[in-house]
């Protein structure tokens, strides 16, 4: 089956350090995800691509995240410097879109425990 | 008003019985929607795509789409504890060349054995 490569899987940082995430997509998916999971909040979207360019991080918090996509391969969520309230689980998912939207496959997740 | 509404459970079935889960959402220009599952710990997992009105089934499982109403469901037939899982709603529109997908928060299920 093909999935959606995350890592690392687990992940605890002291408060003001960098964190990067990694996500491999599925192969011939177009578009990228990046999802923030709390127990509060649900999944919130942080950022989207499509064809490596970005289309919407509107619920990113721009001072301290941002997201790549140096290749179709990778996709990057850095956090710098990162704060308590950053705790979460963070998802990528990767989709195809044709005009419609297919639905996507959700990697793993990074939990991000910032103490 | 939430862009997509849940109840948020949780939803108690026996073993055997049919789950309904329910969804609301506020945008009328959506245009496909989608049934996520969930396991504790795991990450959600697509099961159910619908984009028109009516019912869409596979296997146990059948999606209800009534975009007059601006509702969509699930059901699950012959519930299993298997199923016991948190299953989300999500709800896609395209719009400025781009597509916008709002999950719900999520209703919690229980089979009991």
């Known amino acids: 089956d093909a999935r959606v490569t995350q890592t690392p899987r687990d992940k605890v940082t002291e408060m003001g350090q960098e964190v990067t995430m990694r996500c491999q997509p599925i192969?011939?998916?177009?578009?990228v995800f990046w999802y923030r999971q709390t127990m509060m909040q649900g999944l919130e979207l942080l950022a989207y691509?499509?064809?490596?360019?970005?289309?919407?991080d509107s619920g990113m918090p721009k001072d301290r995240f941002s997201a790549e996509m140096p290749d179709a391969t990778l996709a990057t969520l850095k956090i710098q410097p990162s704060e308590p309230r950053d705790s979460a689980v963070y998802f990528c998912?990767?989709?195809?879109?044709?005009?419609?939207?297919?639905?996507?496959?959700f990697g793993s997740g990074t939990r991000l425990t910032v103490v | 008003q939430k862009e997509v509404e849940q109840n948020s459970g949780p939803l108690s079935v026996p073993e055997g019985a049919i789950a309904s889960l329910n969804c609301t959402y506020s945008?009328?220009?959506?245009?496909?929607f989608f049934w996520y599952r969930q396991y504790s710990g795991k990450s959600p997992e697509l099961i159910m795509s619908i984009y028109s009105n009516g019912d869409k089934e596979d296997g146990r499982f059948t999606a209800q789409l009534n975009k007059a109403s601006q509702y969509v469901s699930l059901l699950i037939r012959d519930s299993q504890p298997s199923d016991s899982a948190t299953y989300l709603c999500?709800?896609?529109?395209?719009?400025?060349?781009?597509?916008?997908?709002?999950f719900g928060t999520g209703t919690k299920l229980q089979v009991i054995p």
């Open positions: 192969l011939g998916h177009n578009t």
């Open positions: 998912a990767s989709g195809l879109e044709q005009g419609n939207n297919y639905g996507y496959t």
């Open positions: 945008d009328r220009v959506s245009q496909s």
């Open positions: 691509f499509r064809n490596r360019a970005p289309l919407d």
């Open positions: 999500a709800v896609n529109r395209y719009s400025g060349g781009y597509q916008k997908v709002t």
